[in-house]
């Protein structure tokens, strides 16, 4: 009997397609993580914090450059099967032609926004084409998981990687030895522009240069709504390193980015998993299955629970490893970045409904308070207890994103699918374990038997609901 389960269950279309996904994320993380050892040892802790905010400059622009189409993509494609090279062809267009204005804008009044970007005039331009050929990359990729084409998004996204992290490298060591800022920028913009263009000329070739009214309103009533979601997002992600650049130092805000990079890790899983999770929800929403939704939300939360306590455990000590001793005390402050990341992940149980419900300006609005929280808090408090408190501040505001987006959907939308009173006890779990952990920073034994415990309990109550339901997994 257990066979026969087990043999079903590795049968099943979205397991394999889940695993293969999982696979694919892992390779390409799995290469940008090899890159942070390398990195955090060839800049010191001030370039880092440099590359960092460049970074977060390009994050911000690839939301605005590309409009935020990319959301759009997987149900449009749907709902214009007919001709569906024509609508993301035109989609393209539009992006270009936006993205033209606002690259013109800012190149005219550059004398106005310098003190704003802290950046030369050919760095912005740097970082302008980077944001644009990420996003040209996030289209093609959301085309592709939309349908688990999983191996052509690999393809792209690891052959991108690799070469990032060789040029960038080769750039730093040979060419740019007394410019590493500046290596390190051009090594990683080069592969990606040169991905952006391929996809861009893909499209335009199969749509037929296609430029409609109708894709394009399409594409803005549901693409430009969740640009300010995106932004506070990013802004949630991305301020703290800003803030504290600023406000306590370039060091600092190296020896934090590196923590929170590493803490994000975990973050694989959960993109892997809503790369999957995220296509059926919406499927079965369309046909009403809305029983069989509350029963795999609650077995895929405690699933993401399974792979967050081990991380928790050895955290302290991948900052070790990974960084050097300058980064060390990034060590005080990964395990609530960890933390961070699970609520961050919770909240997408929530936001996924709000997503297929086209609700798309309360999505933002919900962000919004919670990027205005977390820039608050460290406004007021970064500057007295340094960059320590930026971890704290970014839990806080992860957990008022998580409480905003249950808020919206339970009494707003008035839909009740996620099981809040679950949902408060698992992540009251989480807490209490990140906490127990820190106490015993200083010993990875006692951490890891804590892990060990932790695994038990999640799992004991999977086991539950899986007797309680008949079925271990219900994606079919």
């Known amino acids: 009997m257990i066979e026969k389960k087990f043999k079903k269950i590795f049968q099943n279309k979205i397991f394999k397609v889940g695993s293969m996904s999982l696979l694919a994320t892992i390779l390409t993380r799995a290469i940008n993580l090899i890159s942070v050892p390398i990195f955090s040892r060839i800049l010191n802790s001030s370039e880092y914090g440099r590359v960092e905010v460049f970074m977060t400059y390009v994050n911000i622009f690839t939301v605005v450059l590309g409009l935020d189409f990319h959301g759009t993509v997987g149900k449009g494609r749907l709902d214009h099967s007919d001709d569906e090279d024509g609508f993301l062809c035109s989609g393209i267009l539009m992006t270009s032609i936006a993205a033209a204005i606002i690259v013109a804008v800012i190149n005219i009044l550059f004398g106005y926004l310098h003190g704003v970007f802290r950046l030369e005039r050919w760095l912005v331009n740097i970082m302008l084409l980077y944001s644009y050929g990420i996003f040209l990359m996030s289209y093609r990729s959301a085309d592709y998981n939309f349908f688990y084409e999983y191996k052509k998004n690999m393809r792209m ?29 051009l090594g990683a ?3 990606t522009a040169i991905c952006g ?6 499209y335009i070739r199969r749509g037929s240069m296609t430029f ?6 399409y594409f803005l009533k549901f693409g430009v709504p969740l640009i300010p979601h995106n932004l506070s997002h990013l802004l949630l992600a991305s301020s703290d390193k800003l803030m504290i650049e600023r406000i306590v ?3 600092a805000s190296g020896i934090y980015s590196l923590s929170y990079t590493l803490g994000m ?26 029983q069989r ?21 050895v955290s302290p000590e991948i900052v070790k490893v990974i960084g050097s001793r300058e980064y060390w005390d990034g060590t005080k402050i990964i395990l609530w970045i960890v933390f961070a990341t699970f609520l961050n992940f919770t909240y997408t149980l929530y936001v996924n409904v709000e997503f297929f419900y086209r609700k798309t300006a309360l999505i933002s609005s919900g962000t919004i308070m919670a990027a205005i929280i977390n820039i608050g808090l460290n406004l007021f408090y970064l500057e007295k207890y340094g960059y320590y408190f930026a971890a704290f501040s970014t839990v806080v505001s992860y957990a008022a994103l998580l409480v905003f987006h249950a808020i919206i959907v339970n009494f707003v939308l008035k839909i009740r699918l996620v099981d809040g009173l679950f949902v408060f006890l698992v992540v009251l779990l989480v807490l209490g374990i990140t906490a127990l952990m820190h106490m015993y920073l200083e010993s990875i034994i006692i951490r890891l038997l804590i892990g060990v415990i932790s695994e038990s309990i999640a799992m004991i109550w999977l086991f539950v609901l899986y007797k309680k339901n008949g079925q271990f997994i219900v994606f079919n």
Do not use: D
Request: aromatic share 12%; hydrophobic share 55%; charged share 15%.
């Open 189 to 191: 913009t080069i592969p």
């Open 249 to 251: 130092s370039s060091s």
């Open 157 to 185: 996204t690891v052959t991108v990687a690799v070469l990032n992290l060789v040029m960038s490298v080769v750039f730093i060591k040979v060419f740019f030895s007394h410019a590493h800022v500046l290596g390190r920028v």
């Open 212 to 217: 409609k009214k109708e894709y394009n309103r």
């Open 197 to 202: 263009a391929i996809v861009y000329v893909g």
């Open 293 to 313: 939704v509350r029963k795999a939300q609650k077995m895929y939360l405690l699933l993401y629970c399974l792979a967050v306590f081990p991380v928790l455990a």
């Open 265 to 290: 890790m975990i973050q694989v899983v959960s993109e892997a998993l809503n790369q999957v999770f995220g296509p059926w929800l919406f499927r079965q929403l369309q046909v009403e299955e809305y």
